[in-house]
């Protein structure tokens, strides 16, 4: 089994890619291998497979372990791969967990449970039973704007991490640049600070975050290694020119169902990874133009010399 991950390799540009299916809604499971040896070979830290850009709300614990071993033989050690579990209860997730372990998985990414809001023991209870059960090490993704892990109830994870597992948080939309601020402030040293607004990676990476397991990073890779890079070096202006790029082309897949969207940008740069399952499939047209006409934006950057 591969080693399990600590907050030190939780760093740099880590995508959550997208799960590609056949026309029949079926894993297509070469079109991942090819996925993510396209994100390897651009420098990637590592891959997560089953977060909410992978369609992790679509997946049972097959479909997760088998991703998680396709990325793990396909990654064959080059950088490590994280697994996502999206779910309602802490048996489920305790299950996924236990697939995408034996699978290789070398920790797991893991949202809050959706649909009902929580308490905050229950919570702390949640991700304590699924490292218990699992042996992995957490990462919390702080996703759910209605039922936000606060920086108190992080703190107390973070200080319990023989409980908890807890080695780093994805901030996304269930925080803010104040939250990801404090955290930094309190618990940076006990786990890695990670930032996922898709559209304010720039501010989030400038104000010190760890790096990025981000949407915008499965969709635009190279723009987000640049970007992350053009940070660590202090070029201001040209992360600020990749910033906007960037935030164009995911402020047009936003305004909609998230995983059509990204699929769809996705297929038009012609790594096809085929549609997404239903219900979540349907693009507009009107939004496809807009897509597509950020992409052309975005794309004539040259990204190969920062001016």
């Not at 030190?8 to 880590?14: H, L, N, Q, S, W």
Request: proline letters at 5%; one cysteine or more.
């Amino acid at each position: 089994m591969p080693r399990v991950l600590t907050k030190e390799d939780v760093v740099g540009i880590f995508p959550p890619v997208v799960s590609p299916f056949t026309k029949d809604e079926e894993l297509d499971l070469a079109a991942l291998r090819r996925e993510i040896d396209y994100n390897i070979s651009l420098g990637v830290t590592g891959v997560c497979v089953g977060g909410s850009t992978g369609e992790g709300h679509a997946l049972d614990a097959d479909d997760l372990g088998r991703l998680v071993k396709t990325a793990q033989e396909t990654a064959a050690g080059r950088v490590p791969v994280m697994a996502g579990i999206i779910t309602t209860s802490t048996r489920e997730a305790v299950k996924k967990a236990k697939v995408a372990r034996d699978a290789g998985a070398q920790c797991v990414m893991v949202t809050p449970p959706i649909y009902q809001i929580c308490s905050d023991d229950g919570i702390y209870d949640f991700y304590s039973t699924i490292h218990k059960e699992s042996g992995l090490p957490t990462m919390v993704y702080n996703v759910l704007t209605f039922a936000p892990v606060t920086p108190a109830l992080m703190r107390r994870m973070a200080g319990n991490q023989h409980e908890t597992g807890l080695i780093a948080t994805k901030e996304s939309i269930g925080g803010s640049l104040e939250t990801l601020t404090e955290l930094l402030d309190t618990i940076g040293d006990k786990i890695s600070v990670t930032w996922a607004h898709d559209w304010l990676l720039y501010p989030g990476l400038a104000i010190g975050a760890t790096g990025s397991v981000s949407g915008a990073a499965a969709l635009l890779p190279r723009h987000c290694l640049a970007l992350w890079d053009a940070v660590q070096s202090g070029n201001i202006a040209y992360a600020q020119r990749l910033h906007f790029a960037i935030t164009d082309v995911c402020s047009q897949i936003s305004r909609y169902n998230w995983p059509a969207g990204v699929k769809a940008c996705i297929n038009m740069q012609g790594r096809d990874v085929g549609p997404c399952r239903a219900p979540f499939n349907r693009v507009p047209d009107e939004q496809l133009e807009r897509i597509a006409a950020a992409l052309k934006r975005a794309d004539a950057m040259d990204l190969s010399a920062a001016a």
